[in-house]
């Protein structure tokens, strides 16, 4: 448990993320099905028990997500990859903003905070690293470190074409961080939520025999542990809010590949981005949430000492995914980097969020 803690591993719910949530509009844009006649239904591709989440947040942001073509390799087969599109695509003019998700998790992650950037009249992607989320990966290709670049890259070469604000939250971090190193052209700027990025990999786990792997990752979808997990990091919400949300936290996991495209991770030995830190000559924005029980503040301030051009800014009263405790902050602190080369002190007409740039 600890090990996937270091991970990133952190259920997709906040103790506050109810009221918080609520308290959102839901997307002024309404849904369409191919065809653009009426609400869309959800994709096909997945799993059966998404009907069974009531959470009208991630309900409508799983009605969006589509497949795209993705080439890997030297063959001219395709991984059809799932994300969430634009609803708008902008200008060439503009900077696309590209969300990455937390370790064995989705972009439903970005349920509350996407609408919000949408709205801030940013063109916003989020994007499922290969290996989670909702791909087509029938084929089980590997799903290493660097089989996870090189189908973001040509992701963003076939799809997006444009450098992009890369935001990667708890290991996703670290995704950004090799992404931005092997390919910098393709990245403008960097957004690092929470940023895990000093785990060693996944340490012994990358050690095992393949059968004991296979058991402890059947443990990782469990709902008791990711049960618990939520209830560690969270409090004072209903335990029905918490049951739906681990639902929405695991739903990727039920689908059939899900646990050789986790082993084959795992075994490869995950992440290790500590030797790249020093080479990011990217702008790059540091948000922390101030009650993170995850990633130790000491190593947030050690990142921004090693990056060239970084700043950080704390978000209040928020843990390890404030972009899903504090959607309206972080959607704010998003949009202002994204419009001022300065850093995300601008003010705009979206202004909503108080943060402070360290503890004092």
């Excluded at 059809?80 to 708008?88: D, G």
Aim: aromatic share 8%; charged share 20%.
């Amino acid at each position: 448990m600890t090990t996937f803690l270091k991970l990133g591993f952190l259920p997709l719910l906040g103790g506050n993320m109810t009221k918080k949530c609520a308290s959102l509009k839901a997307s002024k844009h309404k849904v369409f099905d191919v065809h653009g006649a009426g609400d869309a239904e959800f994709p096909s591709f997945l799993p059966k028990e998404v009907e069974k989440i009531k959470d009208p947040f991630a309900r409508s942001l799983a009605k969006r997500i589509e497949r795209l073509p993705v080439q890997i390799g030297y063959s001219k087969s395709c991984i059809m990859s799932s994300c969430v599109k634009p609803l708008i695509r902008q200008s060439n003019k503009t900077t696309p903003v590209v969300l990455l998700h937390c370790f064995d998790s989705s972009c439903l992650e970005w349920r509350c905070t996407l609408p919000l950037l949408e709205e801030a009249g940013l063109e916003a992607w989020a994007i499922d690293v290969l290996g989670w989320g909702f791909s087509d990966l029938e084929t089980r290709p590997p799903c290493d470190m660097v089989s996870k670049r090189h189908h973001l890259y040509q992701l963003w070469k076939s799809h997006i074409r444009r450098p992009m604000i890369l935001v990667g939250p708890s290991l996703g971090a670290s995704v950004a961080i090799d992404f931005t190193v092997h390919y910098p052209e393709a990245v403008e700027k960097l957004v690092l939520i929470n940023p895990s990025v000093y785990a060693e990999g996944t340490g012994h786990l990358a050690k095992l025999p393949e059968s004991v792997a296979y058991a402890g990752v059947s443990l990782l979808k469990s709902i008791p542990l990711r049960l618990y997990a939520n209830m560690l990091a969270f409090n004072s919400i209903p335990f029905l809010t918490i049951l739906d949300w681990t639902n929405v936290g695991r739903l990727h996991c039920l689908l059939p590949w899900w646990k050789d495209a986790t082993v084959s991770f795992m075994l490869s030995g995950g992440y290790n981005v500590i030797s790249q830190i020093k080479k990011v000559k990217h702008r790059t924005l540091i948000i922390c949430g101030e009650k993170d029980q995850i990633v130790s503040y000491k190593l947030v301030v050690k990142l921004h000492s090693e990056l060239s051009n970084a700043i950080i800014r704390e978000v209040y009263d928020s843990g390890h995914l404030p972009h899903v405790d504090n959607p309206k902050w972080v959607a704010e602190l998003i949009a202002n980097f994204a419009e001022d080369d300065a850093g995300a002190d601008a003010k705009s007409p979206f202004c909503l969020a108080q943060v402070t740039a360290s503890r004092g």
